[in-house]
């Protein structure tokens, strides 16, 4: 890890403490410098959705496709995810779609850009946009996809692998529930109570891409997207 990898300064200075909404928040993440992804991303990929969203569904970063086209889940993964949506009786409409890293990360082969993981640097440095967005949200289910979105949310003793597909009460779940737990409700700076949610962890669409039986991974993510769509329907 390079040195100025390492001293990655945060997202937190870009982050306007006057943003009112997810439009001025996404406006200002375009000139997030907190850490080095910047330099060699196309640009900054933040979350889409609706702010009344009954779900919010946090990936790891974006891809290549999604790096082009500066929206979240628009390459194989994120069809992947929409056809698993479908399946599992969630309604689109009612997702808002994020990632933990908003600038994807990748190492260079000829002209191919290979997706690499974030470091626990970019990860720490990118948080403070995750929990403004959360800020403005009141989601029923957090969907969590993947280790990434699990170190960044619920902290790096987490694993998916033994609590997917559980209900966790959310914040409270949290690596820090405090910084979830109260949310901005008018623009004079009140603030109220998060709402109670839940939490469900599940392994992220490109795991089924990579899986030597993806049919099995698919059904697998399927299953868990489903005990989220029946908490929602209970």
Partial sequence: MSEQTATAPGAQQFIPPQADTLDQLRAAATGCRGCELYRDASQTVFGRGDADARVVLVGEQPGDMEDQKGLPFVGPAGRLLRRAVDDAGLDPTQLYLTNAVKHFRFELRGKRRIHQTPDRVHITACRPWLVAEFARLRPEIVVVLGATAAKALLGPTFRVTRQRGELLPWPAAAQHPEDFAR??????????????????????????????????????LVDDLTVAARALAG
């Fill in 183 to 220: 949310v901005p409700v008018d623009s004079a700076g009140t603030v109220l109570d998060a709402p109670p949610a839940r939490l469900l962890a599940t392994i992220h669409p490109s795991a089924v891409l990579r899986a030597d039986n993806q049919e099995i991974a698919y059904q697998g």
